[in-house]
């Protein structure tokens, strides 16, 4: 594994290290570097990207409005239409992160993700992950953490079939929540005894099959589940709360994640483990954030997507599990391993806070029924970008279509009415 030449074990952050940090927390050197637009350029930014990210919003529950009552007809039409706003949702993020935050996105793996990684001739990242995983990730940011793990899922052609458990307060949110819904997003409401059921029953629907151009003739719909199994993003707050479970089940607290909780995640795999045959693990760190501190704290929604003072690098470490070595038949052995995991993906951000990059893999794997011996990728540098830069026209297209028929509707019973006029 990847992680065992790390160093293992690392103070946490000194007094003189959080005083400096709160010099950057005030404004000072901030690590995404001066601001790079003024007040009016910002302005026009802001306006900008509302208008695109809300229309595109709204274009998209207009086109989930169009194919609800297929719910009634077909089912399986009405799903594959779902995942097509789904994949119009994974361009919206793709593509506003492109314009108006592009930062440099380095990837690494280690030899468990050997041969599935890899970059296109014109410099875009392509993945080959299976169709259906269960995904988790350590909670860097808030705001971004999702959108690149969106992309992740573009570039492997999942963005139509990504499924995020989410805190259940978010559905309530004006459109974004309802197209969640649509989604089949999971809704938690991190009450057990209340989120069991739902939660059993989402899964059940997970493990069905449909047909339709988005799933072809497989048996299984395809499906990324993604979850945080720390429950919520790295923060001064969430760091309290880590601090608190530490001290409550007398084990040692983490020093650049939180303590994972097992419960959610677990129930997941129990549930999915018989058409699953991966749990695929992604370490997230943004470069300039200094040990002690948080991403939320520096690079906000205003700082990355209008000041211009973003990351100056993202970068992501991939691993995999296969379920059938996850010990999810035992609660407790599952909770041991789940935390080790999670210390080495400590151990994994403690390596790139000291050298300013993750481990890679670089090594040959053996040749297989003389087949070419597969190489691990290495760092794969490269940007959130789309395959195409008029792809996104998609979005608008059933709203358009929508329009020009009722357009032509219009038009019919005006002509109609004139004919009876002039009669």
């Avoid at 014109?122 to 299976?130: K, V, W």
């Avoid at 079939?161 to 259940?168: P, T």
């Avoid at 040692?252 to 549930?271: I, K, M």
Wanted: charge should be positive; hydrophobic fraction near 40%.
């Amino acid at each position: 594994m990847a992680t065992n030449g790390l160093k293992q074990r690392h103070p946490l952050a000194s007094v003189n290290e959080v005083k400096l940090q709160e010099k950057v927390k005030s404004g000072h050197q901030h690590p995404g570097g001066a601001i790079k637009h003024g007040t009016w350029d910002q302005a026009l930014r802001m306006a900008l990207f509302a208008l695109y990210f809300n229309g595109s919003c709204i274009s998209i529950c207009i086109t989930q409005l169009i194919g609800a009552p297929l719910y009634f007809y077909n089912k399986d039409l009405y799903y594959a239409w779902m995942a097509m706003t789904k994949q119009h949702f994974g361009l919206v993020a793709t593509t506003m992160t492109e314009w108006w935050a592009p930062t440099k996105i380095r990837i690494s793996g280690d030899e468990s993700v050997r041969g599935q990684l890899r970059k296109t001739e014109d410099g875009r990242l392509e993945c080959d992950f299976p169709e259906r995983m269960v995904l988790i990730a350590n909670h860097q940011q808030i705001y971004t953490d999702w959108i690149y793990l969106w992309w992740v899922a573009y570039t492997s052609k999942m963005h139509g079939h990504l499924y995020i458990i989410l805190k259940e307060s978010i559905k309530y949110i004006p459109l974004l929540g309802q197209g969640m819904m649509f989604y089949g997003f999971i809704f938690l409401s991190r009450k057990w005894a209340k989120d069991k059921e739902r939660f059993k029953y989402r899964l059940q629907k997970l493990n069905g099959n449909h047909s339709g151009p988005p799933y072809g003739t497989q048996t299984l719909d395809p499906m990324w589940l993604l979850i945080f199994p720390e429950g919520t993003n790295l923060s001064s707050n969430g760091r309290v709360s880590s601090k608190k479970w530490a001290d409550k089940t007398q084990i040692e607290d983490l020093r650049h994640a939180l303590l994972p909780r097992s419960t959610g995640l677990l129930f997941c795999l129990q549930e999915l483990r018989k058409t699953v045959d991966y749990m695929y693990d992604c370490t997230v760190a943004y470069e300039g954030v200094p040990r002690g501190q948080f991403g939320q704290d520096l690079f906000t929604l205003r700082s990355t997507y209008f000041q211009g003072r973003r990351p100056k690098s993202v970068n992501m470490h991939w691993r995999r599990f296969a379920t059938k070595d996850i010990p999810v038949d035992n609660s407790k052995e599952f909770e041991k391993w789940l935390l080790e995991r999670w210390r080495e993906k400590d151990d994994l951000l403690e390596h790139y806070i000291e050298n300013g990059r993750f481990p890679a893999d670089d090594g040959i794997g053996p040749t297989i029924n003389g087949a070419q011996p597969v190489k691990g990728a290495g760092y794969i540098e490269t940007e959130v970008r789309t395959a195409n830069p008029l792809e996104f026209i998609q979005i608008f297209i059933p709203p358009m279509a929508l329009a020009l028929v009722i357009n032509v509707i219009m038009n019919f019973f005006r002509m109609v009415l004139r004919i009876l006029h002039i009669r």
